[in-house]
């Protein structure tokens, strides 16, 4: 069974708060636009070729091997996603991982709220 490589982004406000959290993988864009929000099925905001699937994925792993950091231009696939989800912030790479391809999107929406309530907790130990 093949694996899928996904990316989790953080969208980021002007003051640099975090207005929402977005999971992107090939063919999969999954967001979560606030901690108790229900996570969105957004894939259709990209029209996925064969071509637009590679750059995705090389996308993800330079991503991966930089680690945490701004999505800027540098990476055009995903930064015209992200910025076509929410313009007015400044999207934020935190994590890759990778899932395996039968039910990549259940277990895809299963990390994104994991990811959420992990944050949460965090939040409220400080």
Do not use: N
Request: proline share 6%; net charge positive; hydrophobic share 45%.
């Amino acid at each position: 069974m093949s694996a899928v490589a996904f990316g989790r982004f953080t969208l980021l406000d002007l003051r640099g708060d975090p207005t929402g959290r977005v999971i992107i993988a090939p063919e999969c864009i999954l967001l979560q636009p606030a901690p108790q929000a229900r996570v969105r099925d957004v894939s259709y905001l990209a029209l996925w070729s064969a071509h637009r699937v590679e750059a995705i994925a090389g996308e993800l792993a330079k991503l991966a091997r930089i680690g945490s950091t701004v999505v800027d231009t540098s990476t055009p696939e995903l930064h015209a996603i992200l910025h076509a989800i929410a313009p007015a912030t400044a999207p934020m790479f935190v994590g890759a991982g990778e899932c395996g391809r039968r039910f990549a999107r259940r277990r895809l929406k299963a990390e994104l709220e994991r990811a959420v309530a992990d944050s949460g907790s965090v939040a409220r130990r400080r």
